[in-house]
């Protein structure tokens, strides 16, 4: 119920509405796109860019503190709550952001950003406190499923809502789009108060005494020096960083390249986000079958070299036909690919060396760094060039360079997950 809980965050805030109001709201009467920051003047996508990489990389610095906390200390309930409050609030405040207040915008997109990362940190550690390990993969994917129905459901509503106003007694113009934001962090909240109720508040130290703020970087620490031993596992990482990035930056940033390159309608864009989100399912059991016969690598070699197309696709695509087609391209290959990846690294992991927790709290660090790079260099290259085609062509570089590496992976079994 979590799931359902906070994926509305991410489907409604991070990718579908907010990025297409947020570019339609900070537009000047002219029609440029430069808006004022601080002092700072910049273009309105470099600047989405730029806050969503600042929100990453201090989440990724925060990993370790919060697994450490997690881990160590107890008390998951308590900063499972802290999180989702600050996320939910953050969106909630998203109402009142209407386009003047850009700083006041930009600040709410990073704090709900940190509060949706931060929480996720602590309901991963329930896991393990709530049900047995043979049932690990069977409430992981029902919370992925609960997940995916809930924040579509919320995000058809709203659109329904922006499109159709006068049904809900709405007069035209940004209220709808802003009410959708309130009604996220009502949602998010809201729905949280089931596993609130429900979880166990568990306190207790599994693994010995000593300052759990550092415990979780001392793990850290002891998963980076393993790599030189793991050479596999060393150039995976490397591989999935690069490409990661690419198709991180591909999912915050798509609408808004639709929205600026293209000139599609609001609903056209939502649309294509729905598109990508239910393929992606399919995407995801169409990958994991063909590695099941070839192997992980041919799995995922196959879908760099499509997602290296999508890249010099987007930089020529003209028609809102060709961009629906690109988005069911697109969202065949990010299920395939998240689903996979985490697989794969799982693969990878020794068995008795290290707490497996730390090999994937280093993997969600290196996940989200991987984010800050894509986005970053996104938004520097439409800052720099005034042009979006220009940063998804670069982003093929991301794709290219995590395929090379991957070419050079070996995994100790190829033939079934």
């Known amino acids: 119920m979590y799931d359902w809980a906070n994926s509305v965050y991410s489907l409604v805030i991070t990718t579908a509405v907010f990025p297409i109001y947020y570019e339609s709201v900070t537009k000047n009467i002219d029609g440029s796109n430069i808006v004022s920051f601080f002092g700072w003047e910049l273009p309105n996508t470099a600047l989405y860019s730029y806050a969503l990489s600042f929100s990453f990389l201090f989440t990724a610095f925060l990993l370790p503190f919060l697994t450490g906390m997690a881990d160590y200390g107890g008390k998951k309930k308590m900063f499972l709550k802290i999180f989702a409050y600050m996320g939910s609030v953050a969106c909630v405040s998203l109402f009142f952001f209407d386009g003047q207040n850009i700083e006041f915008g930009i600040l709410m997109t990073i704090v709900a950003s940190i509060g949706f990362s931060g929480s996720l940190v602590f309901y991963n550690a329930f896991l393990p406190e709530i049900v047995?390990?043979?049932?690990?993969?069977?409430?992981?994917a029902r919370g992925y499923s609960f997940g995916y129905f809930g924040s579509v459901l919320l995000l058809i509503f709203n659109?329904?809502?922006?499109?159709?106003?006068?049904?809900?007694?709405?007069?035209?113009?940004?209220?709808?789009?802003?009410?959708?934001f309130l009604l996220v962090g009502v949602w998010w909240a809201g729905f949280s108060q089931i596993p609130f109720k429900i979880l166990p508040e568990i306190?207790?130290?599994k693994k010995g005494t000593g300052n759990i703020f550092i415990k979780g970087y001392a793990e850290i620490l002891k998963v980076y020096k393993s790599l030189e031993e793991l050479p596999n596992l060393k150039r995976y990482l490397v591989s999935f960083f690069f490409y990661n990035a690419g198709v991180q930056a591909v999912m915050y940033l798509a609408t808004l390249f639709g929205s600026v390159e293209l000139k599609l309608e609001t609903s056209a864009l939502i649309l294509i986000v729905i598109i990508i989100q239910i393929v992606g399912i399919g995407g995801s059991y169409l990958f994991a079958r063909i590695s099941e016969a070839k192997g992980n690598v041919f799995s995922l070699v196959s879908m760099l070299m499509i997602w290296v197309g999508?890249?010099?696709t987007a930089y020529l695509v003209q028609t809102e036909f060709q961009f629906y087609a690109l988005a069911f391209v697109v969202g065949l290959v990010m299920g395939g690919i998240q689903a996979l990846s985490r697989a794969t690294y799982t693969k990878l992991i020794p068995v008795n060396s290290i707490d497996h927790a730390s090999?994937?709290?280093?993997?969600?660090?290196?996940?989200?760094i991987s984010i800050?790079?894509?986005?970053?260099?996104?938004?520097?290259?439409?800052?720099?060039?005034?042009?979006?085609?220009?940063?998804?062509?670069?982003?093929?570089?991301?794709?290219?360079?995590?395929?090379?590496?991957?070419?050079?992976?070996?995994?100790?079994?190829?033939?079934?997950?």
Do not use: W
């Not at 439409?382 to 050079?408: C, E, K, P």
């Open 159 to 180: 659109l329904v809502m922006i499109q159709m106003p006068h049904l809900f007694g709405l007069s035209e113009g940004t209220i709808p789009a802003r009410i959708s």
């Open 372 to 417: 800050v790079m894509g986005t970053f260099a996104y938004g520097i290259i439409d800052h720099i060039t005034g042009s979006m085609r220009n940063s998804a062509l670069a982003l093929a570089f991301f794709f290219i360079i995590g395929l090379a590496t991957l070419l050079v992976v070996k995994l100790p079994s190829l033939k079934k997950s």
């Open 203 to 205: 306190v207790h130290n």
């Open 359 to 368: 090999y994937f709290s280093f993997y969600d660090i290196t996940f989200n």
């Open 310 to 312: 999508v890249c010099f």
């Open 132 to 140: 047995t390990s043979d049932r690990f993969d069977r409430v992981s």
